[in-house]
């Protein structure tokens, strides 16, 4: 058995494991994240990771309908069931559509939720793309209509997980694709070729205005007006200059329906006290997926714009349409979890060194004083100080080892001459420095 | 569109969706647990859950091979690619073992983790069976030896855990797979038959002495030896008392061996201070996995003895012999979350009743005190009171209708007498009991 081939106990491509310190950083990002979203009244919905094919292609949306994995039993039993009709979700959009689809009935609406979960794509492994990945999702939906202050509280919320999880200065760009498509159309572009104008306007800051600009042409507009607007769209504004301008565009119906929207999001946040430099109105945002249909969001860290953004959403005017004639008004943010992280600790902006929970590692010096040192742990976990016990019989300069290997902050030894005296050392494992403690206050004095 | 074949739009049998009420127990009982495996030092580990075929196949578990999703893209692009090298996970234990056999050398050992997520098996689906279920797992991991006190620490882990819950009194039943094999040899059993026998006696609880007997039987025991086995084992003894018998009970080689073990455990929890009654030894317990070969753990609700373990384990001498030669003998324990939760719901053990995590509703009676409400909510969350505010323009009715649908414990009220007067009204909605607070101090006043 023992002669396992090694390269079949490497990770698939696309299937990371996250070891211990990346796990514990992720679970930082995560308890940030859970928290925001409870507090704000988001309740957990959780949709299976596994559905049937039909209800995730109904809305086909081409490129992804190419990703999606199908179950099959490896090893069926004889006369075993029905695994052609299982599948992998690829997003928790989907499953919430039908669950909304499917409960309308009991619901009370607008209805909070949000989902923490594991989703898949197939897409081909390359650096950094995962196959599986962990996405952090809320929304409110609403039943005939639903408040344009549910999008500011979404950006309320980025901006207060945000600034929680302090990662240096950050910007919610904030745009209304009816407001878009107005100043699309208002320099030539046509209804037809709206999705694919909006796509390649989506790509602007990622392709450059030349290319952007061509496939503007492409797609139908005159050189000189898709030039314009690229000047246009991108150019920096505060908020509320940007609403002073839109008022005076002249825009049409559907883009002044736009405008009141956008007009409402950002009354919301300035009631809501979100600080005016979190966010700001950025006329390029487009979000690439076609069902989005008024507000979008995406989330920059003003020091690491080459992050992407870290955070995104956006309105969907009817977001159960494949499932049902009733109209359900949606609009939600997503954080892909797991691409953050790793940028993240690839720009050094979170750390991932640490592998234990743990804030000390009481060592076990004396075999005989064992007790003791249970005793000490239990305190310790009592008063809500993770602590990790070496339960080896082995060398105090191994257990020592044992903790710098891991890096604990803390170790907490007592040798025969500390029992001696009624005292526990507290040693800094970084800086070398000791204290001394008093076993029965130990937890007291450790804070 | 909308015509989607309703029946399509149901759960797939075993992969249930938890609505808010069922999720956010969900989550209760998962921060319990994620707080003493985190207090313990039990560091995450997060596998991916999807795995090569041949790694969860590797150790051939008979009735799991049949079980195993292969994955497969439903529509693959031309030229895609390596899919049938894809299946899920059916347990964390193969991951883990997997991620040993390939980081040993940077790992610090005893190699404490945890393991949170979801598990696949295609079983027949049946009530109360799942086929996707969130599992909860801890191990420690030695490289050549592991203390015995780390079996005590698992049995702790769970004590702490349960005592939290507060599901009422329970037990740890504690055995060691070498003392029960020593006693069936004693009683006759043969070493070839090992597998089948303990196998037996592991379903006593569930089948009853005569069908058990009938195995026992049919596996070479003569009929009055395996009737005074099955008198003996499940007899209710205190830990001491089992001890004392065993250590005059005359056992072999073996069976001694794992009597200093069960011995070393019983001290550890004592010194642990774990109270006595929360554990006892159980020599009828044997746990069906054959993988096990020394402690082997049960945990019974000892008002609710139908519900079954809620968290078992035990200890394993080469945890990855699979796929190394080296020797990595583990502890663990797995708690199945999913299981767990929909039979302490069903016994009205766990209530899933408030569908939202929110403490309060904000109502917003006066559309022209939209900033004031606001800012209540925001205050309320900033104090960590979770709050959900009501942003749909609707009459107060309507709102209070909401609110009780949802079950939230309090409403906060402010209609126009209450902002001349300058005050917050505070609704309990169960009661309907009020409570005046001033919006300056509101949560302060609130807690």
Same mark, same amino acid.
Request: charged share 30%; hydrophobic share 40%.
């Given at each position: 058995?023992?002669?396992?081939?090694?390269?079949?106990?490497?990770?698939?491509?696309?299937?990371?494991?996250?070891?211990? =310190?990346?796990?514990? =950083?992720?679970?930082?990002?995560?308890?940030?994240?859970?928290?925001?979203?409870?507090?704000?009244?988001?309740?957990?919905?959780?949709?299976?990771?596994?559905?049937?094919?039909?209800?995730?292609?109904?809305?086909?949306? *081409?490129?992804? =309908?190419?990703?999606?994995?199908?179950?099959?039993?490896?090893?069926?039993?004889?006369?075993?069931?029905?695994?052609? %009709?299982?599948?992998?979700?690829?997003?928790?959009?989907?499953?919430?559509?039908?669950?909304?689809?499917?409960?309308?009935?009991?619901?009370?609406?607008?209805?909070?939720?949000?989902?923490?979960?594991?989703?898949?794509?197939?897409?081909?492994?390359?650096?950094?793309?995962?196959?599986?990945?962990?996405?952090?999702?809320?929304?409110?939906?609403?039943?005939?209509?639903?408040?344009?202050?549910?999008?500011?509280?979404?950006? =309320?919320?980025?901006?207060?997980?945000?600034?929680?999880?302090?990662?240096?200065?950050?910007?919610?760009?904030?745009?209304?694709?009816?407001?878009?498509?107005?100043? !699309?159309?208002?320099?030539?572009?046509?209804? %037809?070729?709206?999705?694919?104008?909006?796509?390649?306007?989506?790509?602007?800051?990622?392709?450059?205005?030349?290319?952007?600009?061509?496939?503007?042409?492409?797609?139908?507009?005159?050189?000189?007006?898709?030039?314009?607007?690229?000047?246009?769209?991108?150019?920096?504004?505060?908020?509320?200059?940007?609403?002073?301008?839109?008022?005076?565009?002249?825009?049409?119906?559907?883009? #002044?329906?736009?405008?009141?929207?956008?007009?409402?999001?950002?009354?919301?946040?300035?009631?809501?006290?979100?600080?005016?430099?979190?966010?700001?109105? %950025?006329?390029?945002?487009?979000?690439?997926? #076609?069902?989005?249909?008024? #507000?979008?969001?995406?989330?920059?860290?003003?020091?690491?714009?080459?992050?992407?953004?870290?955070?995104?959403?956006?309105?969907?005017?009817?977001?159960?349409?494949?499932?049902?004639?009733?109209?359900?008004? *949606?609009?939600?943010?997503?954080?892909?979890?797991?691409?953050?992280?790793?940028?993240? !600790?690839?720009?050094?902006?979170?750390?991932?060194?640490?592998?234990?929970?743990?804030?000390?590692?009481?060592?076990?010096?004396?075999?005989?004083?064992?007790?003791?040192?249970?005793?000490?742990?239990?305190?310790?976990?009592?008063?809500?100080?993770?602590?990790?016990?070496?339960?080896?019989?082995?060398?105090?300069?191994?257990?020592?080892?044992?903790?710098?290997?891991?890096?604990?902050?803390?170790?907490?030894?007592?040798?025969?001459?500390?029992?001696?005296?009624?005292?526990?050392?507290?040693?800094?494992?970084?800086?070398?420095?000791?204290?001394?403690?008093?076993?029965?206050?130990?937890?007291?004095?450790?804070?």
């Amino acid at each position: 058995m023992s002669d396992f081939p090694k390269r079949l106990l490497e990770d698939v491509s696309g299937f990371p494991t996250l070891g211990p =310190a990346e796990a514990i =950083a992720e679970e930082r990002l995560l308890a940030v994240i859970r928290k925001h979203f409870e507090a704000a009244g988001y309740a957990p919905l959780e949709t299976p990771l596994v559905e049937r094919p039909e209800v995730l292609t109904a809305k086909n949306e *081409g490129e992804i =309908a190419s990703q999606i994995y199908g179950l099959r039993l490896l090893n069926p039993e004889e006369g075993a069931s029905d695994e052609k %009709d299982l599948a992998l979700r690829f997003d928790h959009t989907v499953p919430r559509a039908r669950y909304i689809a499917t409960h309308a009935r009991k619901l009370a609406f607008p209805f909070r939720r949000s989902a923490i979960g594991k989703v898949f794509r197939g897409e081909r492994a390359k650096e950094g793309r995962y196959r599986e990945f962990l996405q952090a999702d809320i929304d409110a939906v609403g039943h005939g209509a639903l408040s344009p202050l549910h999008d500011a509280e979404m950006v =309320a919320i980025i901006a207060g997980i945000f600034a929680e999880l302090d990662f240096g200065p950050f910007t919610v760009r904030i745009n209304n694709r009816k407001v878009l498509a107005a100043l !699309i159309r208002h320099m030539g572009g046509t209804e %037809d070729a709206m999705p694919e104008l909006m796509r390649a306007i989506d790509r602007l800051e990622k392709a450059g205005k030349e290319k952007v600009a061509l496939a503007l042409v492409a797609h139908g507009m005159q050189q000189e007006r898709a030039r314009e607007l690229l000047d246009f769209l991108p150019a920096k504004r505060s908020a509320e200059e940007s609403l002073t301008f839109l008022e005076s565009a002249g825009l049409d119906a559907e883009g #002044s329906e736009g405008l009141g929207e956008l007009t409402e999001v950002i009354r919301g946040l300035e009631a809501m006290g979100v600080p005016p430099e979190r966010y700001t109105i %950025d006329l390029s945002i487009a979000r690439g997926l #076609s069902y989005y249909t008024g #507000s979008v969001f995406e989330t920059q860290l003003d020091e690491h714009p080459d992050l992407g953004s870290v955070a995104s959403g956006g309105r969907y005017a009817h977001l159960a349409s494949a499932y049902t004639k009733e109209s359900y008004p *949606g609009v939600g943010i997503s954080i892909g979890v797991s691409r953050l992280l790793a940028r993240l !600790i690839k720009a050094g902006i979170m750390e991932a060194k640490a592998e234990t929970p743990a804030q000390v590692l009481v060592t076990t010096a004396e075999r005989d004083h064992l007790a003791e040192y249970l005793n000490y742990a239990k305190e310790l976990r009592t008063a809500g100080i993770a602590c990790e016990i070496y339960l080896e019989e082995k060398p105090f300069d191994k257990q020592l080892a044992f903790a710098d290997k891991k890096g604990f902050p803390f170790a907490l030894i007592a040798m025969k001459e500390h029992f001696d005296r009624g005292i526990v050392i507290l040693r800094n494992l970084s800086s070398g420095e000791q204290q001394e403690l008093s076993p029965a206050a130990l937890a007291k004095e450790f804070k």
